[in-house]
């Protein structure tokens, strides 16, 4: 009597499989093959004077409209000064030229008591795009050290922070957590490289620290694994 309820379900399994294949298959043929989404850069490691600072930087590849769209966010969890903005980032495109055509986000302002408000819609920033040489480029918060985005609020505000963040005509207004710039790219492939190669925290645009253990604590940390991976003889 229970053989007509294991038929039932195993045809319904065979139906939501065969279901479920169909509309993969048909998302696949409709998703165009020239937007291709690069890997998310993720970063943490160190400011300049020594905070924890970290990020990320998201690739967005559209071989079919020569464009590239990058998203760098701020995800710092502690503002504590101004060393703390994420203000430039390194990168290279398998040697291409790219040129910005928009860089937008919502902008933050600071109140000298650590509350703040942002705009209702994305706004044009003052970011630029420069050459490096050897086919890298950076973006960075250049000219109007304006616009360098800022890491989320720590418990609802930026009360922790000093007067080089809270109250600052100089460095207000902030990017919101996150900027995004639409480059031209000429000849953009799908599979087209992409390098980052620095982070850049602070007014300066010093590199920050990946905090990278050096060579022989390395080495000595892989002898130690290995010592305890090994059976000891009695």
């Not at 696949?28 to 990320?56: E, K, N, R, T």
């Not at 790219?185 to 490289?193: C, I, Q, S, Y």
Request: proline share 7%; with cysteine.
């Amino acid at each position: 009597m229970s053989q007509p309820l294991i038929s039932a379900r195993a045809k319904r399994a065979r139906f939501a499989r065969t279901f479920l294949t169909a509309v993969l298959f048909s998302c696949a043929c409709s998703w165009p093959a020239a937007l291709i989404a690069a890997p998310i850069f993720q970063f943490s490691g160190f400011s300049s004077d020594g905070h924890p600072v970290s990020g990320s930087a998201d690739f967005t590849l559209n071989a079919g409209a020569d464009t590239v769209t990058v998203k760098l966010t701020n995800t710092t969890t502690t503002t504590l000064d101004a060393g703390e903005l994420f203000t430039g980032l390194d990168f290279s495109l398998g040697g291409l030229t790219p040129t910005m055509t928009s860089d937008t986000g919502i902008q933050r302002t600071v109140a000298a008591n650590g509350t703040f408000s942002d705009t209702g819609a994305a706004q044009d920033l003052s970011w630029s795009l420069v050459s490096l040489g050897g086919g890298s480029y950076q973006l960075n918060f250049n000219p109007d050290a304006k616009d360098a985005i800022i890491g989320p609020p720590a418990m609802g505000s930026y009360s922790l922070a000093d007067d080089s963040i809270k109250g600052n005509a100089g460095h207000t207004p902030f990017a919101a957590e996150m900027a995004v710039f639409q480059l031209n790219v000429p000849g953009l492939e799908a599979d087209t490289p992409v390098e980052v190669n620095t982070w850049r925290f602070g007014t300066r645009l010093d590199p920050a620290d990946p905090g990278v253990p050096e060579p022989l604590s390395s080495i000595l940390l892989l002898i130690g694994i290995a010592t305890m991976a090994c059976p000891h003889r009695r």
